[in-house]
């Protein structure tokens, strides 16, 4: 085995483990705002797949479209993790500023 095969294989096996306890994360959490701190390591996990086409690859088609599909995910993620938060928040009271129910002080306007 080569050194670069060698990186290949641990690139690869840090994205597959990110991308495990992301799912994981999702099944066991108990609610939506849980659930969603585990949005982060899918992408990092994306990227370290990328990084482990690259290696084995080099600059090919398949590493180029490795890399968009990785950038998608880091770019979209915190978009998407937002949206649901506002969505579930919205679901839940009605309007997503604080409330007074949640104990949070709230001037009105």
Known sequence: MSLQDAAVYLLLGAGVACEVIACLG???????YDRLHYVG?????AVLIAAAVWAREGPSG????ATVLAAFLVVASPAL???????AR?????????QREEGIEVEDS
């Open 41 to 45: 390591p899918a992408a990092l996990g």
């Open 90 to 98: 919205l679901s839940r009271f009605g309007d997503w500023r604080p």
């Open 81 to 87: 993790a937002h949206g649901t938060a506002r969505a």
């Open 26 to 32: 999702v099944v066991v959490m108990r609610n939506v």
């Open 62 to 65: 398949i590493a180029l479209k």
